[in-house]
Antibody
């Protein structure tokens, strides 16, 4: 069965960097576009970024462009999110999610999330 | 960016009630509108994709409709396990965007 497991969340100071990971299993990872979505405490969902099957294309939300970098290692079935210059407003649960196939774009599987807390 | 607005932001309903949640986009989406359910402490779960197609395993009391820029999620007979927050999301163009959510509470 499809499984997505995020890790790397931590309590960090503003301005520091962090790398989140998402280990995928149960499907052919290299065949799917992958996404990150975040949720600040008590708030709604915010789409963050996506990466193409082979890593050749990336798209970002305006709120994170230039500070966040999404990447993947298809040989290790792992998705990453590298976050730099962390801000208090980046505090959130970060979910990785698998996109459906080429038609009907949606996010059909989600990990359990990893919590990033930015605080001095 | 496409703005997604859900209404209401919250509602109280009883078991057995018919519930309707509306999602309005700032531009036309074709059919690229999805609905997710999220329960406290859990990740979101895909309910409906492409406006009206139920994800595998989702009960038939859930339905989606709409076109253009206005869409609706309907729960025909609310069950205890349906009390949750619901989000619409457009996948018409990047950046993908979510509505602010509709919290469905027990009356």
């Amino acid at each position: 069965q499809v499984r997505l497991v995020e890790s790397g969340g931590a309590v960090v100071q503003p301005g520091r960097s962090l790398r989140l990971s998402c280990a995928a299993s149960g499907f052919t990872f290299s065949n799917y576009i992958m996404h990150w979505v975040r949720q600040a405490p008590g708030k709604g969902l915010e789409w963050v970024a996506l990466i193409w099957y082979d890593g050749s294309k990336e798209y970002y939300a305006d709120s994170v462009r230039g500070r966040f970098t999404i990447s993947r290692d298809n040989s290790k079935n792992t998705l990453f999110l590298h976050i730099t210059s962390l801000r208090v407003e980046d505090t959130a649960i970060y979910y990785c999610a698998k996109r459906t196939g080429t038609t009907n774009p949606s996010l059909d599987y989600w990990g359990q999330g990893t919590l990033v807390t930015v605080s001095s | 960016d496409i703005q997604m607005t859900q209404s209401p932001s919250s509602l109280s309903a009883s078991v057995g009630d018919r519930v309707t949640i509306t999602c309005r986009a700032s531009q036309r989406l074709s059919s690229y509108l999805n609905w997710y359910q999220q329960k406290p402490g859990n990740a979101p779960k895909l309910l409906i994709y492409s406006t009206s197609t139920l994800q595998r395993g989702v009960p038939s009391r859930f339905s989606g409709s709409g076109s253009g820029a206005q869409f609706t999620l309907t729960i025909s007979s609310l069950q205890p396990e349906d009390f949750a927050t619901y989000y619409c999301q457009q996948s018409y163009t990047t950046p993908w965007t979510f509505g602010q959510g509709t919290r469905v509470e027990i009356k």
